[in-house]
Nanobody, 117 residues
Framework: VQLQASGGGLVQAGGFLRVSCAVSGSSIIHDMAWYRQAPGKQRELVASLRSDGEAYYADAVKGRFTISRDNVTAKKTVFLQMNSLKPEDTAVYLC???????????WGQGTLVTVSS
């Protein structure tokens, strides 16, 4: 299983951005999550989407971020739509997959999101 994250960039505060995580090497739907890590800070869970469709959001992003999944294409891409971005959202965003059968975890390479004030 491989994860390919994309979509990061520079945006002004109040703006929006969508990051994507394309999954290859598996044809089934797994539990997915987005984490982020800001410089000098610990990695934190931002949002998750279980294989049954249940979503979770960290309090810091609730109401602003939306996690979703494209179940149609072979890549099974997972998206994180980020609205009303704040400078404190600046971080490297990493996607994570938890295999629904083996429970093994996989990480993508991360994509940098920078929010200017």
């Amino acid at each position: 299983v491989q994860l390919q994250a994309s979509g990061g960039g520079l945006v002004q505060a109040g703006g929006f951005l969508r990051v994507s995580c394309a999954v290859s090497g598996s044809s089934i739907i797994h539990d997915m999550a987005w984490y982020r890590q800001a410089p000098g800070k610990q990695r934190e869970l931002v949002a998750s989407l279980r294989s049954d469709g249940e979503a979770y959001y960290a309090d810091a992003v609730k109401g602003r971020f939306t996690i979703s999944r494209d179940n149609v294409t072979a890549k099974k891409t997972v998206f994180l739509q980020m609205n009303s971005l704040k400078p404190e959202d600046t971080a490297v965003y990493l996607c994570n997959l938890a295999h629904v059968i083996t429970r093994r975890g996989y990480w993508g390479q991360g994509t940098l999101v920078t929010v200017s004030s």
